[in-house]
């Protein structure tokens, strides 16, 4: 077959184009289109719908900067987009990075990838979203990679240019001169953007999550506690894993299974291994029985020995991975075939999720970007959309049996808030870990910091007092098979804070609500937090001939603490490190556990203890606890509600409940009640009641002594 | 200014395309184009002209492959080309990499850019080019960024495809299958491919060198001993530095100014400094009396008090690096400006060459992506060819007063094989400075293992052995302000080595003159030479969670050991190692400072001394050698020639000779003389006697002792 030939040799539109922004599509919302954008984009790729009920709740705002200084070109099938930045501005955002957390004086190639411990923009959610300091954020809504220089690139014709000094004798030399300027280049012959302006960085990223479909509320098993058994337990082994469980009085409430669960893997079959798991059936009963649900681990590289191989064959790209076919899910046909095959195999069975790995990268396994797809889905598109595409063939058929799931991806990209599931990765650093659930905040992706293996007992407290404080509390023994009780000498101060959570479950949930019902972000970065100063230090270094032969600037920012919802603050403490510094957002904030004042308007210094991770609360902060349960039956049977208030300021806190369970709660099925505190009276507030109403009766404890 | 636009909105050409390969250009040589290709392209920008007259006296060939079997597709502005790979073929070359040899399995995106610890593609010679061990090669005559999977991908309709393996069961599962084939993707609407088929690998190198325009041969001061004086002396410490260099009784040739001699340095003036140089005629005649060349430190970036600035300023991009503007080399206008500008300011002067600093990245500092320039060059072109284009800038000069320079750059590609520099970087690894030097000897650069500071003597002295084996032997102080005598305790063996390659300098010119008249590089990859096996091995590796959840498989090569020349193999000694192992290539191998047998077809352990680079020659390799001179004026005035001989082989030597200064070796103004050893008996042959012979009398010395 010969190519398509174009009549036409003459070159495509270039030159510089202004874009029209024209009227708000939403409040604090605009839209524009220039040149000939390619017909997918990350958004229609997965049919993102914006939440228009709630977007046009939200105040109207105005266009955040002078339309003419949005530059944009578009050269020889490329765009240019360029905006003006201030002096102090900072920049969140671009991509699930590990390191650092302004993006400011960096370079990002945003590509699908995974993370390999450099912020270089390959990563699991190479998010091309931006949210500046001044308060509006920009997504360019293209499945491209996308270069993006963040205010590094110097221009002539600067409006407010560095000066040129001199290295020989100008002490003030920099090898960054500082740059009024933010630039994306798109290999692409126009594009899509979405510009979002909002009262404060928070509002900006809910406005993006709202626009993009808002996020989720996982089913209540789902924020319990995750066990992930070694690749090749039998279907004996895990019901032993589950008994010693409940003998170590550990909670539990999702077991997971890895790749031995496949009669082939790497590539998948998706069927049952006969030798492992002889009864699918009645292994699932019996783990569902204990209130257990079954997560399972796969790729979605289809084996030749998969049941469904022949049939999903003819849908599959040129290229294969481990020798597994790569279905092309943005067609009808392939996702039929694997929906169909996962029903009856396992969401009939009683499976409550998955666990999607290697839709990410690394590039030396996935297929080349000279790969084709038979939709005509160029091999780049597809690299940057794998994983929403898995995630959205999954959930409509979680979705046809009115059923919540939840579980793990290790790619997800704009578009993909609405899908219940949390990105995990290789990279095991516990710092890493907290700037990942950082700045999973700003681009609408959630993050969690599992715990495997540590080097020490104190190592395994900290990771897993970190992980009970994370969207989805995961050990994954897939590899080492390590148990909670693997480190004895610290098993009590594990079980108390896994136990902790459970008790802490009702404001996690409700925090949940927030993102589905206002976009925001459960997890949370210091930076969304009003009145929090999280400007980021430079601090110069030594010339070195060799280590660092350009005095590079070193960045010094605020990485290692977080929010849970408005009011908790959670700063961890790293193995050997019992002392840490603690940045205050402004106001009086409290002790979690004591309710004792710690400081207002400071840094302050924290003298921790192996047995607790350091908790804050803002003052008038309203912390809804059940008690301590192995299980979210419990919760889901019908607890009492201690409502803890912290501080004397005034506040209120919304709390949501639902059936736990289904996605009625997209319909209306779900009950919300104010929690009010004014001057020392409590009051509690119907506001809506329609149904799964899970708490028997409300105490409140006041937990700061008088002074 | 409103944006051209094209009428046309049908795409472009797209689908497979069927290169035309027809008649060979040259002997063993091909040339096709498919597409659109840009027009600018590697080899045209600097106008390499392939150098007939030596191609055509070059066998004929075989076209290597069935041309059916190489895939070209155009896909929406996209050019992917694909060719097949068999079980045991290796691929080398894909640029200046610095810690492996053989690419194959590996992912690289051709990139200029400063080399950062990783072979990705991102280096300072990312040239488009590859050997195959099957005896053939291929320039992509392409200046856009280019993907290379290197038998990664896997495709369906492989025909010898790897087989699915169950990794919950299979020993043997890989994270890499086998790959069958080799694609990249050039992002360009088609493009010009040169194939070249040889004897050998070596043959082939040199067809390319040849086609690029050929190698160069540096004038002989070039070849001894380099010192870079630190940055911010003044024109009496750099005096005081070279009668220090004369009282050690120490060589030197060359002194290099570092960025101090600039009135203004990042961005540069390329104006003298009024108070560190007052008088740069004086303090250039000074030197040179002595004996010394002078070679300055720049960047092409041009400060706003240079006094060219004005000038050169309507020919510069959109961006600055450091606050300097960065010229459009490609028009002749910024070429003018900036050659008169230097030609009255340093050549006039005396001023021997330049360390071309800046020109290969890295992105935080030069040009976005996003930048023009007034030629409508693009910003991803113009950083592929800078370097070359200030070479070519530079060399023009240089040539047009016929006065050969030898300088350092920092940034090479296709065309830049004729430009008398050699590359450097800022990466200071010793073992990687070894494998920089193989694997420039397969992309038509060269890179110099330079000395800069050292933790021990030990290592000082190794790696001064080691750049006295390189292309260009010199030690770096820029910084650190380290001579040759440093580390007293070693300076004598720092002597001795930097005294033999006075000694050997015969020999390793006409290596250069191979360069030249043949296209052979002078230090090369052991792979270049036949009957060596370099193999490269590969081990399985252990799982681990967190460091190795795939058990990546781990490569294993020869990647510390190259030959200077067709007769002898260097093989240093890093820090901290007494003994090596050498691999030697067929054939008997002789200890080059005793003329002692060492092997013959084996891997060789060498316990090694403090004094010596372990040195061997193969049998009936001939060495011309003159007396241990300070500086290559003696050599140039006249020495006498020892032949050293080793082995019981016959054996001959082409040795080459002219003035040593000008370009009238490239009109045929130089001598050759053909060195026979037969059955013992010696003789030399008068080739070409057309001047610039420098040698007084000839004797010859049997080196291996009588068995």
Redesign the interface.
Known sequence: ?????????????????QAQWGQAVYPGVWKTSVG?PDKLNLLNAVEATPKAEILNTKSQQEFPINPDEIKI?????KT?V?LPLDKEEQIFGLGLNFKTVDQR???LRLHMDHYSNNDNGRTHAPVPFFISSKGYGLLINSARYI?A?VG??????SKN????????TDSN?S???YSDNL???I?E?GVELILFKGDNMLDVVSRFNLYCGSGFIPPKWGLGFWHRTP??YTDENVAQEAADFANKNFPLDVIGLE??W??????CSFDW?PNRFPDPDQFIQKMNEQNIEVNLWCNPYI???SSMYEQILPY?????V????VPDYTLPEARKVFQQHIKKAQLDKGISGYKIDEVDGN???L??????FPSGT?ADQMRSIYGNLVMKTVDKEYRDINKRTYGLVRAVNAGGVSFPYVIYN?N?SHRDFITGIINSSFIGVMWTPEV??SGSGEEWLRRMQTTCFGPLAQLNA???GTKPWSYPEVYKQCQEVAFLRMQLLPYFYSAFADYYLQGEPPFRAMNLVEGFDGKTQKIKTK????EN??ETVQIREVKDQYMVGDNLLVAPLFAGEMERSVVLPKGKWYDFYTGELVGENEIIQVKGSLDKIPLFVRDGGIIPMIPAARQTKAWIEGQPLEIRVYGTADGSFTLYDDDGESYNYEKGAYSIKKLNVQKGETSVEDVKSDGGWSYKDISWKFMTPEK
């Open positions: 077959m010969a190519g398509i030939l174009c009549a036409c040799s003459a070159p495509k539109q270039t030159g510089p184009v000939n070109s578009l050269r020889n099938g240019v360029r004086g960096r370079i270069d220089y590094t690139g110097v221009r002539v014709d240019p560095p000066e040129a000094r001199d290295r020989n030399w090898a960054n001169p630039e994306f280049v290999p012959e690749t090749r790749p031995g496949h009669s082939k893997a790497y590539p291994d084996s030749p020995e599959c790209g040129t290229h294969t481990w020798c597994g076919v590039d030396s396994w297929w080349p970007d000279a790969a084709e160029e290789d095991y495997r293996g897939w590899a080492d010339l070195d001939a060799t032969p350009y």
